[in-house]
């Protein structure tokens, strides 16, 4: 093992240095192996537009254990707030170390940091996120006192294996809501004559969906918000497909589906949002959409393999239909939930336990 730095050092995320991109790459795409172990390494150009682009209503807090001698990154702590009006209680963090440096001690220096920038800005509760493929993360939560806020599995379809027979019943079955609504696509960032409606869209759908027992209010979906986003997912190099119904009667947005790829992961497409207005339910809207959508994925995109989404366990009518697709549990998902105070006390705690002669 090798000789470790004093402490962690802060880093400025969105002005890195070459030799700080080429480090965090390649800690990342260690942690990201040991999560999913089948996919290809993510370039170090794509890591460092991904940093470069970091929407401007993310105030984030970064820092880094490294080596001596400045080499290589051991461990990653890092904080986050967002600006864009709402959930102003919370704040996210991730912490992250490489397996042979954990059970050190190192989680809780970080913890110290992360309690520190939660009371700068006054958020009383603490989020995160974990996997079943790192079992230490979720025993160091549970020792930290962190609750279960909410359930998910990323779901993966083999394309080798869908029911091809799915796609034209269920286009058959769509043929008739023709005479109501037009479906159009949208090939990479949203056209500004769209902003306004899928902003409205995802703002009442989007917050339509479970969260469970996560203490979470309502997100500001406002255009641009989205536009921040999108930035930050073109700058990386990523395309999107978004497919789109507008109800004829009105010319409203009433539901879409997007999926998304990276060039250095052809195989892989992520299935992304997917939601219709509650009054358009259901008419079987989803369901045409989601036809519509692997029709093309199938005959545009023959290099796919997989398709993966994430869906809340609660989720039941999205779940309805990935399943009958044919998606599968591929990775399960846990959004966690502390109190800062709970944090900063636990942080004491073990402190003075090390201290202890």
């Known amino acids: 093992m090798a000789a470790i730095q004093d402490g962690f050092q802060k880093l400025d995320l969105r002005n890195l240095s070459d030799l700080e991109h080429e480090c965090l790459n390649a800690f990342r795409n260690v942690i990201r192996r040991e999560e999913n172990p089948d996919d290809p390494p993510i370039p170090l150009e794509e890591d460092m537009q991904s940093a470069n682009n970091i929407p401007s209503f993310v105030e984030v807090e970064f820092h880094a254990l490294w080596n001596e001698v400045g080499t290589e990154v051991l461990a990653i702590c890092e904080s986050a707030i967002y600006h864009t009006g709402d959930n102003e209680h919370m704040a996210d963090f991730n912490i992250e170390i490489l397996p042979e440096y954990r ?28 996997t079943n493929r790192t079992p230490a993360a979720t025993v160091f939560l549970e020792k930290l006192g962190a609750r279960k806020g909410m359930a998910s599995h990323t779901n993966q379809l083999k394309v080798s294996e869908f029911d091809r027979s799915l796609v034209p019943a269920w286009l058959t079955h769509s043929q008739p809501l023709k005479s109501e609504f037009k479906l159009g696509l949208l090939d990479g960032p949203y056209p500004d004559e769209y902003l306004n409606d899928i902003a409205a869209l995802y703002q009442e759908v989007a917050n339509d969906q479970p969260r469970d027992d996560l203490e979470m209010e309502d997100m500001k979906f406002t255009p641009e918000f989205l536009r921040d986003i999108e930035k930050k997912i073109f700058a990386k190099g990523d395309h999107r497909w978004t497919l789109y119904l507008t109800d004829l009667a009105n010319r409203k947005v009433v539901g879409l589906t997007e999926v998304s790829w990276s060039p250095n992961r052809a195989m892989i497409l992520n ?17 045409w959409l989601k036809a519509e959508m692997m029709q093309k994925i199938l005959s545009e995109r023959p290099e796919v393999e997989f398709i993966r989404t994430t869906n809340s366990n609660s989720n039941a009518p ?14 399960a998902n846990t959004i966690w939930q502390v109190e800062t105070e709970q944090v900063e006390k636990y942080v004491l705690e073990r402190t003075a336990q090390k201290e202890k002669p």
Request: hydrophobic content about 35%; charged content about 25%; overall charge positive.
């Open 103 to 130: 059970r050190k001690g190192f989680g809780n220096k970080a913890l110290s940091l992360i309690v520190k920038f939660a009371k700068k800005h006054n958020r009383r509760l603490l989020v995160t996120f974990s």
């Open 271 to 287: 299935q992304g949002f997917t939601g219709v207005y509650p009054e358009y339910r259901s008419k079987g809207l989803g369901r």
């Open 318 to 331: 999205m779940l309805k239909i990935n399943v009958e697709m044919g998606f599968k549990p591929y990775l």
